[in-house]
């Protein structure tokens, strides 16, 4: 056998490894303790460069080998600290909590205070909420992350702050059986009503109208805040960026002024007409799931009592109004798009 082949045998063998014992990473809710060492200072000071960087991501005591880079659209003209991505390289994870992965989307903490640490532990909590009503979603895992400055720009104390990881488009689509597609636009006819009702009333939940199964002024793909995958014939639209949600209520959020609400806070229903009795059974399993969402905000590390309870109270408007339930579906429908 040759060098060349032999090297591409050995290769094949650990990603073989590396998919066949990859660990659940998305499946647990504990805390991953890790910290980021590399030229922060840097990475920030240049946040316009989407370059890839060499940093080592120690996590569970375990060092990782990883390329980092800044990305984001918006959050970078309003973020001291920028949302970054990872790339792991296949042969440095096996048998670790990231065996299997490969690009992951790191949001972090945004602004250097505690206030913004609050909104990103507030928007893990919109996506722990959404898997709670539907399983073709993207999952989240919570870090405890120590940013250690190798380049010595930065001259406050060591970074340590909450953020979290988002599971990968191609990871989703695995796991439910689907394809990710590019699409410039989508009929509601394409769609999967069960999962766009869930959708339209999860928007709602948490007071998010920073969403639409248009395609964005500057995008060329559908849709704005979501991804669309292809399930056995038929479109789910899959949402994702919940920071300028009223359950978020992040500082620097305010709604798109063509819309009439003047603060996040403000609900405002921005789902399209849908078969009533659709609706409803979205509703149900909403409603349903009221326990377990209410106490994804009661548990959430880091966050304060008061910061919890307000997040409870903000949900609970929600499931009041949503006790009379005829009353609050011919709501809905007066208003769907």
């Given at each position: ?12 063998v ?27 200072g ?13 940093f ?11 390329q ?24 440095d ?17 945004c ?32 870090l405890r ?16 702050y ?8 191609s ?10 597609v ?8 394409s ?8 959708v ?8 998010n ?10 995008d060329?793909?559908?849709c ?5 995958l ?13 920071d ?33 009795a ?9 409603t349903?799931?009221?326990p ?5 905000m009661?548990?959430?590390?880091g966050?304060?009592?008061k910061d ?12 009041a ?10 709501t ?6």
């Open positions: 056998m040759s060098y060349l082949a032999r090297k591409f045998l050995s290769f094949a650990i990603i073989a490894v590396a998919q066949a014992d990859a660990s659940p990473l998305f499946d647990d809710s504990a805390v991953i303790e890790a910290e980021l060492v590399g030229a922060i840097s990475l920030i000071a240049n946040k316009k460069d989407r370059s890839e960087q060499p080592v991501l120690v996590a569970n005591g375990v060092e990782h080998r990883v980092v880079r800044v990305r984001g659209n918006s959050r970078l003209r309003v973020c001291e600290f920028p949302p970054l991505r990872i790339r792991f390289s296949a042969s994870t096996v048998g670790t909590v990231f065996a299997g992965q490969d690009k992951l989307k790191l949001v972090t903490h602004r250097n205070r505690a206030i913004a640490e609050t909104d990103a532990l507030e928007e893990y909590a919109a996506y722990r909420i959404f898997n709670l009503v539907s399983d073709i979603g993207y999952r989240v895992r919570l992350i120590k940013y250690t400055d190798t380049d010595e720009r930065r001259k406050d104390k060591p970074l340590e909450y953020g979290f990881l988002i599971e990968s488009q990871a989703l689509a695995r796991r439910v059986g689907g394809q990710a590019e699409v410039t636009g989508v009929s509601l006819r769609l999967d009503d069960d999962q766009a009702a869930l339209y009333l999860f928007q709602y939940l948490i007071g109208t920073d969403w639409s199964l248009a395609t964005a002024a500057d060329e793909t559908c704005h805040n979501g991804d669309i292809d399930i056995g014939a038929k479109y789910f639209y899959v949402p994702y960026d919940f300028l949600a009223g359950l978020v209520n992040a500082k620097y959020a305010y709604p798109d002024p063509a819309l009439p609400i003047r603060k996040v806070t403000q609900r405002m229903y921005r789902g399209y007409c849908t078969e009533h659709t609706l409803q059974k979205a509703l149900g399993i909403v349903s799931r009221k377990e969402i209410l106490q994804v009661n548990e959430l590390p966050l304060t009592a919890a309870a307000n997040g409870v109270g903000y949900l609970n408007e929600f499931f109004r949503a006790e009379d339930i005829e009353k609050f579906l011919q809905l429908e007066r208003r769907c798009l």
